[in-house]
């Protein structure tokens, strides 16, 4: 990976002396072994300290975790192989413009709501055009009832459900060039897909090239419609599928 990102987008980059202009926003929920939880069967959260101040002179806690565990992001190669693992992703892969589309009542309404083209075309109405390359990010009130067996919202049966992406929509955003070579689905719920959707089809068309996928967002209430940018942290493993987060956005104080 490089060490130098050449920053484009609709607006101009944070200027390389300050943050003049922009405001940083958390956009990660904070991993705690009280409420933590990650995808169903993966490896549960845990942290031990291992050394304190009063005895070893400095403190350490050892955690145990999956790559995908709270707020977090996947690489390409996490459901497509031969594409681009975690360590060969490049550092404008993890910098992008950002836009929000806000389906809060349509999910509270329908909690297997899935995002449509004519969503998107209502939104371009009201805020322009998607920006190439951006992180389209989805805000369905899911950050709400994070942890809480509401986040995962299981019916007799065990099955989850969640809105997420429709397969349409995200054909849309790829036949049209808005998520470029570059881009992101993101969303406050665990993933991009439906929870009904056990074949991940949303991941798997996201998943090529250098697209990314960032999960479980915070603060979505932040995050304007348009103008900010996302900027995506975590531990770079080798071969690794993505991480677990810090993901924060720059948001301009006076948007155009």
């Known amino acids: 990976m490089g060490g130098v990102v050449a920053f484009r987008g609709r607006r101009a980059a944070p200027a390389r002396g300050g943050l003049d202009g922009y405001r940083l926003v958390n956009l990660a929920h904070v991993n705690d072994p009280g409420r933590t939880s990650g995808y169903p069967g993966d490896p549960a959260f845990t942290a031990e300290t291992v050394a304190t101040v009063a005895r070893d002179g400095y403190y350490l806690q050892y955690l145990h975790q999956g790559e995908h565990t709270g707020t977090h992001w996947g690489a390409p190669a996490h459901f497509t192989d031969g594409q681009p693992h975690a360590d060969e992703l490049d550092p404008e892969d993890l910098l992008l413009p950002a836009v929000k589309v806000d389906v809060r009542d349509r999910a509270a309404r329908d ?25 389209v990010v989805l805000w369905t009130g899911w950050e709400d009832r994070w942890g809480t067996p509401a986040f995962y919202n299981r019916d007799e049966t065990g099955q989850v459900h969640q809105p997420g992406f429709s397969v349409a929509a995200v054909r849309w955003l790829l036949d049209t060039g808005r998520l470029g070579r570059r881009g992101a689905l993101g969303t406050d719920a665990f993933g991009p897909d439906a929870g009904v959707d056990g074949d991940y089809r949303v991941s798997k068309l996201l998943y090529r090239e250098h697209r990314i996928s960032l999960e479980v967002l915070a603060n979505l209430a932040e995050l304007p419609e348009t103008g900010a940018h996302v900027l995506v942290g975590g531990t770079i493993n080798r071969r690794g599928s993505g991480s677990p987060a810090s993901v924060y956005a720059f948001v301009p104080e006076h948007p155009r």
């Open 111 to 135: 909690a297997d709501y899935e995002l449509s083209v004519d969503d998107l075309l209502r939104w371009e109405r009201a805020h322009g055009r998607i920006p190439r390359c951006a992180a």
